[in-house]
Nanobody, 121 residues
């Protein structure tokens, strides 16, 4: 079995922080980029951040630049998304995948359960 499991979501006030984790079960992360995505009900899933297999290259959506940081620890088989200065518009279900290409993940039907982040007062 090959699976990524998201965790760390919850409810936080605006301006607060959360750290999401993406843990691999059944495989190692050494050869994979990791993408974080999010989806609000009624809207398309969107890319949030991406990190390459070695961790040496990262990208961010404009909406989260300066606030979110993606990282990984391949030995621990975990990737992270540190989310600071959270805004209500960050409220969504967050997903991770072994690709930064949302279309590729869709084609593989590889989305997991995700973890819910709620930012509200």
């Amino acid at each position: 079995q090959v699976q990524l499991v998201e965790s760390g979501g919850g409810r936080v006030q605006p301006g607060g922080s959360l750290r999401l984790s993406c843990t691999a079960f059944g495989f190692t992360l050494d050869y994979y980029s990791i993408g974080w995505f999010r989806q609000v009900p009624g809207k398309e899933r969107e890319g949030v951040s991406c990190i390459n297999s070695s961790g040496g290259s990262t990208t961010y959506a404009d909406s989260v630049k300066g606030r979110f940081t993606i990282s990984r620890d391949n030995a621990k088989r975990v990737a992270y998304l540190q989310m600071n200065s959270l805004k209500p518009e960050d409220t969504a279900v967050y997903y991770c995948a072994t690709s930064c290409d949302i279309k590729a993940v869709n084609n593989l039907n590889a989305w997991g359960q995700g973890t819910l982040v709620t930012v509200s007062s």
